[in-house]
Structure formats: C-alpha cells, structure tokens
C-alpha cells in the first residue's frame, strides 16, 4: 500500500542507510554545539558507507534543505544555512585587540 509519503519520498531514499535513524540525522530542537558536532559525526559516518550519498546531497542542496545532515554534509557546511551565517557574521564582529576578523 503507498502512502502519501511514498509519493514524496525520493527513489533513491529506500537505499538509505539512516532509514529510521531519524534521530541521527536531525538533532533536537536547542541542541547544544558540542552535542551537534558529535551527533553530526555520528551521522557523517553513517552517510560515508551510503550508497545514495550522492543524490541524497544533491537532493538537499537542490532543495535548500536547511536542517539534518543529507550526503554527508552537516548544516554548517550546506550553502544558505543559518549556522553558517551565524558564523561568519560572528566572524565579522571586532577581536578582543579590536580589529576586525575576516569574516570569510
Ligand atoms: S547519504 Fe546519509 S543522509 Fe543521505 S540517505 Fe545516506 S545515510 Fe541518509
């Protein structure tokens, strides 16, 4: 029987090797950074023996899909997310001897 989340599913997703691990690749709401890197790393191994690690990365950049880890790609390291632009604007704020970080 297909449900309506088979009709949105991507084929390449029943090749997944996160299928049901949800928990894995999306972190809680407010996890903390060091609890995210460790969760994320966790999850990044899980991509790097994935056989769909490829359209799966594509699918979510392709997609603008902001949270999770997708194709071995944590949400720092995908284009356009919010961790990444707290980061360089925080890198962008003036040092403790006053100068400005380059922000790139
Ligand atoms: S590459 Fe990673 S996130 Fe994508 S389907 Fe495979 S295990 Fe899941």
Redesign the pocket.
């Known amino acids: 029987m297909l449900t309506d989340l088979d009709a949105v599913r991507p084929e390449w997703?029943s090749e997944?090797?996160?299928s049901g691990r949800s928990e894995l690749?999306f972190g809680p709401i407010g996890e903390q950074p060091v609890a995210r890197r460790t969760r994320e790393n966790r999850?990044k191994a899980?991509?790097d023996i994935?056989p769909?690690?490829d359209p799966?990365?594509e699918y979510a950049l392709a997609n603008r899909i902001h949270d999770g880890?997708?194709?071995?790609l944590g949400v720092a390291q995908r284009p356009g997310s919010r961790l990444r632009r707290n980061r360089r604007d925080r890198a962008a704020l003036p040092t403790s001897s006053g100068s400005w970080a380059d922000p790139r």
Do not use: Y
């Not at 880890?69 to 071995?72: A, N």
């Open positions: 997703h997944a090797r996160c690749m999850a899980l991509c994935c769909v690690s799966c990365r880890v997708w194709g071995g």
